[in-house]
């Protein structure tokens, strides 16, 4: 529905902090000839918790009409409030989107019955389909995936984006009932091990700068060169571990700007790279040859 390979886009902001619409709209033109398939707006990359509401739906109509027919373009729409997480895939669908990405209430922590609830509603809410988005690293809670599996059968549940770090989680989930359903990697890293056992592709932070050796990646193992997709893999990892030296979005902001795309400053409370991890991507960045 969506492709094997989308990017979690970043916001570009202006010097100000404001949101840089034009910015974001070219860097979604920029991804979109680069490898992706398709684009996740307002996701934890995008910087989501910071932005409000206002800013987001503009910055979904302004991606979207930039866009066009060239690629999927997603909303990131979940909040730890199930009404507002409602009301935002509402003006999602208002607008156009292809689709949303809904991540686990964060804060407040609730069981997988509360879960089950709160993805049941903002499905049920909107015709358009729905990724679930698990990062249990950064939400408290950890969607189960006997809780994934019972969501699979809502029909406009399509997918979950899975980032528990967890092959066997992810491997329970596919060895789950044979629903028409799709499990994307949320970590770059695992992108490979995650399609071995049975995973469509990834929702990734990397294809800013590598999207088309990441499409690539994907595509040796579809086409059963196994040989080639682990090369890629090798020689990718460190540009994966190296994006996450410090908290998203963080590296990949500094990554742009060294590579020639500077996307603008981070919102507090997220601040700059340090001198030690600038230094560590930079000279990941030179290994790769993708400085100027």
Avoid: C
């Avoid at 033109?29 to 996740?40: E, I, M, P, W």
């Avoid at 984006?161 to 949320?186: M, R, V």
């Avoid at 890629?232 to 700007?257: C, G, M, W, Y």
């Amino acid at each position: 529905m969506f492709g094997q390979l989308l990017t979690a886009m970043v916001t570009v902001f202006k010097r100000d902090y404001s949101v840089d619409y034009r910015g974001s709209a070219e860097m979604a033109r920029r991804l979109l000839g680069t490898g992706s398939d398709g684009l996740v707006i307002t996701g934890t990359t995008g910087e989501a918790p910071t932005l409000t509401d206002e800013e987001k739906i503009r910055l979904w109509a302004s991606v979207r009409e930039a866009v066009g027919n060239k690629g999927k373009v997603l909303a990131g729409t979940g909040t730890n409030d199930t009404l507002h997480a409602v009301r935002m895939s509402q003006e999602a669908a208002r607008i156009g989107m292809d689709g949303l990405l809904v991540v686990t209430p964060y804060y407040n922590k609730p069981p997988q019955e509360g879960l089950y609830d709160y993805f049941r509603q903002v499905a049920e809410a909107t015709p358009l389909p729905v990724i679930l988005y698990n990062v249990p690293g950064r939400t408290g809670v950890n969607l189960l995936p006997e809780t994934v599996l019972k969501l699979a059968a809502i029909p406009n549940v399509v997918a979950v984006k899975e980032a528990s770090g967890s092959p066997d989680q992810a491997g329970e989930i596919l060895g789950g009932p044979d629903l028409q359903f799709t499990l994307y990697s949320g970590d770059d890293s695992l992108t490979l091990p995650l399609l071995a056992v049975g995973g469509h592709g990834v929702i990734s932070v990397a294809s800013h700068l590598v999207g088309r050796e990441m499409k690539s990646m994907i595509e040796a193992y579809a086409a059963g060169r196994v040989k080639d997709a682990a090369a890629l893999h090798q020689r990718l990892l460190p540009l994966f571990k190296v994006l996450f030296l410090t908290a998203n979005p963080i590296p990949v902001k500094a990554a742009l700007r060294l590579v020639g795309f500077d996307a603008g400053p981070l919102r507090s409370p997220l601040t700059g790279a340090s001198g030690a991890v600038e230094k560590a991507i930079k000279e990941v960045l030179q290994e790769l040859g993708l400085l100027p």
